[in-house]
């Protein structure tokens, strides 16, 4: 049986797929025939490979052709991806799905700017006790070309305008630290799903509202030291008494749409 979110090909699809779980005191670094694998794989099962960042490490290339991306059972993972800004490359410019499945130290899964074709594919994010992670993506690192500010304002915009377009599913399972699924910078207009079918949220104690917008600005000159400014939305549990009603999952610039299949 194959982990939570996992999918084969089926025959009639033609993906180039690879699963890979390392025995203890076997190197990933020593295997280039593996290593070479990645730059074409368009279907991933990573088991444990005694890695910390997946594309730093495995692909610094970012890997291009992957459209499916399942990470389980792995307590060395910290990021997916990572990178500096003079290392930025399309992350995962063709990624369809991601689901990451009991990864007990996963702090963030992309830290760190990426590119306006990074991630601009994903439809699908299943994510299963990652109890480190506070958030599913931060939009205030996004990497852009060159040009007035009033431009790479609208380029930022229009990247998250099209990835949150895009999904069509998300599933969150028992995470305990999770605080929110999107941080999304200070002035961004509506927050509008235009595909999404299933959102399920589940076990989740931490966990305050969909989305915080972030004092921030989305092209990355800041440095770490820089303070960022979070406005939320707390949602109450059942132990607070100080609260006769519970403030709604999504607030008024989140547009959510019915679908009926």
């Known amino acids: 049986m194959f982990p939570f979110g996992f999918r084969m090909p089926n025959k009639y699809e033609e993906l180039r797929f690879l699963a890979l779980q390392l025995k203890d005191g076997i190197n990933v670094h020593s295997q280039n025939g ?3 694998l990645f730059k074409t794989v368009q279907s991933l099962l990573l088991g444990k490979v005694g890695v910390q960042n997946i594309v730093k490490e495995l692909n610094v290339d970012g890997f291009p052709d992957l459209k499916h991306l399942s990470i389980i059972n792995n307590s060395d993972v910290k990021y997916v991806n990572s990178t500096e800004l003079s290392s930025c490359v399309n992350v995962f410019p063709n990624l369809e799905s991601l689901c990451l499945y009991s990864l007990m130290n996963l702090e963030i899964i ?3 700017p990426v590119t306006v074709t990074s991630f601009a594919k994903l439809k699908t994010i299943k994510i299963d006790m990652c109890h480190q992670l506070k958030n599913l993506f931060s939009f205030y690192t996004i990497q852009i070309s060159t ?5 790479e304002i609208s380029e930022c915009n229009s990247y998250v305008n099209n990835f ?8 969150v399972y028992e995470c305990v630290s999770l605080e929110e699924i999107f941080q999304i910078q200070v002035g961004y207009s ?6 999404l079918h299933t959102l399920t949220l589940q ?6 509202c969909f989305s915080t917008k972030v004092e921030r600005s989305c092209w990355p000159h800041l440095t770490e030291a820089q303070t960022t400014t979070r406005s ?11 609260s ?7 607030d008024e610039l989140v547009c959510h749409y019915i679908f009926f299949i």
Not at 190 to 195: A, D, Q
């Open 244 to 250: 006769d009603k519970a403030p709604p999952l999504f």
């Open 110 to 112: 992309c830290y760190g």
């Open 164 to 171: 949150l377009a895009n999904l069509e599913m998300i599933e």
């Open 232 to 242: 939320r939305t707390k949602v109450s549990t059942e132990e607070d008494h100080h």
């Open 34 to 36: 593996i290593k070479l």
């Open 190 to 195: 509506k927050v509008e799903f235009l595909r």
């Open 203 to 208: 076990s989740l104690p931490s966990f305050t």
């Open 147 to 151: 040009g007035a500010e009033t431009r």
